[in-house]
Nanobody, 123 residues
């Protein structure tokens, strides 16, 4: 499994950013894909994911209405459109994959994580 995130950078509060993730080595049919983040001094946090079980997107409350996850299965790409960003969105963002199985939710868990991309939101 390989996951390579890109698209991070410095953005002003209220602005937008689009993260991309190139995935390989697994199928989107039996893996949920998503994004986690980790801010300095804090633990990891599930941001958003697309469940392979029902095809629905899931979001942590903090980003609902602002972030949108999407995927292009033909290209094995995952995207995270970040709008109306806030300073508290500052973190390293990681693209993740979870082999779909009972008892594991993609917003809480992952089996594989790629190298992250830094997102910094200035106030």
């Amino acid at each position: 499994v390989q996951l390579q995130a890109s698209g991070g950078g410095l953005v002003q509060a209220g602005g937008s950013l689009r993260l991309s993730c190139a995935a390989s080595g697994f199928s989107f049919d039996d893996h949920s894909i998503g994004w986690f983040r980790q801010a300095p001094g804090k633990g990891r946090e599930g941001v958003s994911c697309i469940s392979s079980t029902d095809g629905r997107p899931y979001y942590v409350d903090a980003v609902k209405g602002r972030f949108t996850i999407s995927s292009d299965n033909a290209k094995n790409m995952v995207y995270l459109q970040m709008n109306s960003v806030k300073p508290e969105d500052t973190a390293v963002y990681y693209c993740t994959a979870l082999y779909t199985r009972p008892g594991y939710d993609c917003i809480d868990e992952y089996d594989a994580r790629g190298r992250g991309t830094q997102v910094t939101v200035s106030s």
